[in-house]
Each structure stands twice: as structure tokens, then as C-alpha cells.
T-cell receptor, first 113, second 113 residues
Framework: KQEVTQIPAALSVPEGENLVLNCSFTDSAIYNLQWFRQDPGKGLTSLLLIQSSQREQTSGRLNASLDKSSGRSTLYIAASQPGDSATYLCAVRHHTNAGKSTFGDGTTLTVKP | SAVISQKPSRDICQRGTSLTIQCQVDSQVTMMFWYRQQPGQSLTLIATANQGSEATYESGFVIDKFPISRPNLTFSTLTVSNMSPEDSSIYLC??????????FGQGTRLTVV
């Protein structure tokens, strides 16, 4: 059974700092990995999708990497802003589990002005 | 990307009653899912909503408690039946497109009193 772990559970940084969020998974036979942002009490917004054959994806100040062999992904946020404050979730889709994703518990980020 | 409208956005319900949540997508999609997010926790898949047939439920979830309809490729409903305070959660509709990439509605925040 796939298990997804996110470290740290919470992170507080001053504005402008670069930061890294970590996601690890136990079964490397994944189809893809997706990073989401969730604001309090709201739904999920897709940030980046990495296919199993890819090593990284970039969108603006966000960069996500994937190392399937070690079961790890990182989300790098450059020059953090208070508006980046949210919970960040990673989700792993298993290649034999058509359409189903396993979610981590998330990292709650607070960026202080 | 798919645009998902979920209604209601929030509700406060009496125990023993039922609530039906609607999910409308702006394009036809094959896969639609319903998730539950209990307070302070990550997402748990309730079921896959299958068009024209019965939903596929995950372990721990049953049709009598969470009946699901999927009359066409753009619409689904989830009913939370005979509610108790333990059902207080955010309920999220999700669809997949493309890579596949998952997209979520804004969620329904349910409080049972």
C-alpha cells in the first residue's frame, strides 16, 4: 500500500526566503506526482504535475523535482511572499491504480511579512 | 483545465438529516471522484463516480451512507445520509483530464450539529 509522507508538517519563514517542501512515497511504481495548494477551508489548486519519466517541472517561482528511485519529490518556492501562505499537498498516482491518488498530510506554510 | 462548480459551498445540518452535494464540470470527463477531508487531516477517497453505473466505493465507505449519482459525463452528486457530528468535513469533487491531471472543486464545508 502506497504511503505518502510530507515533511515538515508546518513551516514559518520570513518574506523573501527560498524554501523547500519535501514529499516521500514508499512505492516507486508511480504514474505521476502532483503538487497542490489548499487555502483554509477551500478546495485544492493544482500547482505542478510531474510524470514518472520526468525529473522536474517549473512554473514561475515554483520548481518541483522527482526522484522515483529514492521515492522523493521536492517543491522549491523561490522568493516567498505572504500570499504563498497555504497548505501544500503532494499526491501520488500509482500506475496500477487507475485514476486513484494517495495524498500526503500536507505542509502548512506561513510566510511572515 | 477543467472548471468545477461545487454546491453548496458550506452548510450546517442537523444530525439525522441528509445533504446532497452537487458537482458540475464545464467539459465532459471520464473520471470523477469524491473525497472527504476531516478537520486537520488529508484527503481520503470515498468513491469513484461511474457514468451510467454504480459508484465504486473505497474500503470503509458504503453506498447506504454515501449514495452517489453520475447521470452524465459532466455532473455528479454525493449524498451524506443520516448525518452525525463525525461527518463534519470538507467534501471535495475531483476530475481528471489530460496527463492525467487532477482538478478539484472548491469543496463543501459541512458542519453537523
Amino acid at each position: 500500500k502506497q504511503e505518502v509522507t510530507q515533511i515538515p508538517a508546518a513551516l514559518s519563514v520570513p518574506e523573501g526566503e527560498n524554501l523547500v517542501l519535501n514529499c516521500s512515497f514508499t512505492d516507486s511504481a508511480i504514474y505521476n506526482l502532483q503538487w497542490f495548494r489548499q487555502d483554509p477551508g477551500k478546495g485544492l489548486t493544482s500547482l505542478l504535475l510531474i510524470q514518472s519519466s520526468q525529473r522536474e517541472q517549473t512554473s514561475g517561482r515554483l520548481n518541483a523535482s522527482l526522484d522515483k528511485s529514492s521515492g522523493r519529490s521536492t517543491l522549491y518556492i523561490a522568493a516567498s511572499q505572504p500570499g504563498d501562505s497555504a497548505t501544500y499537498l503532494c499526491a501520488v498516482r500509482h500506475h496500477t491504480n487507475a485514476g486513484k491518488s494517495t495524498f500526503g498530510d500536507g505542509t502548512t506554510l506561513t510566510v511572515k511579512p | 483545465s477543467a472548471v468545477i462548480s461545487q454546491k453548496p459551498s458550506r452548510d450546517i445540518c442537523q444530525r439525522g438529516t441528509s445533504l446532497t452535494i452537487q458537482c458540475q464540470v464545464d467539459s465532459q470527463v471520464t473520471m470523477m471522484f469524491w473525497y472527504r477531508q476531516q478537520p486537520g487531516q488529508s484527503l481520503t477517497l470515498i468513491a469513484t463516480a461511474n457514468q451510467g453505473s454504480e459508484a465504486t466505493y473505497e474500503s470503509g465507505f458504503v453506498i447506504d451512507k454515501f449514495p452517489i449519482s453520475r447521470p452524465n459525463l459532466t455532473f455528479s452528486t454525493l449524498t451524506v445520509s443520516n448525518m452525525s457530528p463525525e461527518d463534519s468535513s470538507i467534501y471535495l469533487c475531483s476530475v481528471e483530464q489530460g496527463a492525467p491531471e487532477a482538478f478539484f472543486g472548491q469543496g463543501t464545508r459541512l458542519t453537523v450539529v
